[in-house]
C-alpha cells in the first residue's frame, strides 16, 4: 500500500481496516490477493497446477485435484498462464494488487470515497505504465478478468487443506490479523 501517494495518510488503523474488510466481507476476499501473487514467481502452487506430473497432484485422468473440481483447477491454471505469457513486470504487478486491493464495494468501509480515490489511483498508474511501456495497449489486462471468479475455497481446498485441515481460511486469517 505504500507505493500508493494517497495511502500515505491512512495510518496504521486505516490499513487494517482494509484488510480486515477483505478477510471478513463475503463479497470481496483474499483470493484474488493470493492467486496474484502466485503469478509473478515460480513456487509450489503453481508447480502443482502446471506439471502433469506431480504424484499424487497429476490430474490427467483425475476429476478432482484435493477435492477440488478439475475445471476449478483448470481455472486458476488458465489465469496464471496467462499471466506468464503477458510476461507482466514486478510494477505492473503492484499496480494490479492495488486496484484489487483498493475496493470501494465493501459496504463496512468507512471511507468509500476515500477507497475510491485509492482505487482510481492505481488503475490510472496501471494505465500510464502501460501506455508507456506497452505502447498503450488497452485491452493488456482484460485477459485477467477471470481472477474474480476463482473462489475461495477452490483455492483454500487446494493449497491450504493438507495443513489447516477442516478450519476456515477465512477464521484462520482473521486469527492471524488480531495476533
Not at 476449478?72 to 498462464?81: G, R, Y
Not at 475461495?152 to 477464521?171: H, R, T
Request: charged share 20%; proline share 4%; aromatic share 10%.
Amino acid at each position: 500500500m505504500a507505493c500508493f501517494d494517497s495511502c500515505q495518510c491512512l495510518g496504521e488503523s486505516g490499513k487494517r481496516s482494509i484488510l480486515f474488510s477483505i478477510l471478513k466481507n463475503d463479497k470481496y476476499n483474499w483470493t484474488p490477493m493470493l492467486v496474484l501473487g502466485m503469478a509473478p514467481e515460480p513456487s509450489m502452487p503453481q508447480k502443482i497446477l502446471t506439471s502433469s506430473r506431480q504424484g499424487k497432484y497429476h490430474i490427467a485422468h483425475d476429476q478432482s485435484v484435493q477435492g477440488v473440481p478439475l475445471t476449478d483447477v483448470q481455472l486458476i491454471k488458465m489465469f496464471l498462464n496467462k499471466c506468464w505469457e503477458m510476461d507482466i513486470s514486478n510494477k505492473e504487478y503492484a499496480y494490479l494488487k492495488g486496484a484489487i486491493l483498493f475496493n470501494p464495494d465493501i459496504a463496512e468501509l468507512q471511507c468509500q470515497n476515500y477507497i475510491q480515490a485509492l482505487q482510481r489511483e492505481a488503475h490510472q498508474a496501471l494505465n500510464e505504465y502501460v501506455k508507456m511501456v506497452h505502447r498503450g495497449d488497452a485491452i493488456r489486462f482484460n485477459k485477467l478478468s477471470v481472477l474474480r471468479s476463482i473462489n475461495s475455497k477452490v483455492v483454500a481446498g487446494l493449497f491450504f487443506k493438507p495443513v489447516i485441515g477442516s478450519v476456515s481460511m477465512e477464521d484462520l486469517l482473521l486469527q492471524m490479523f488480531y495476533r
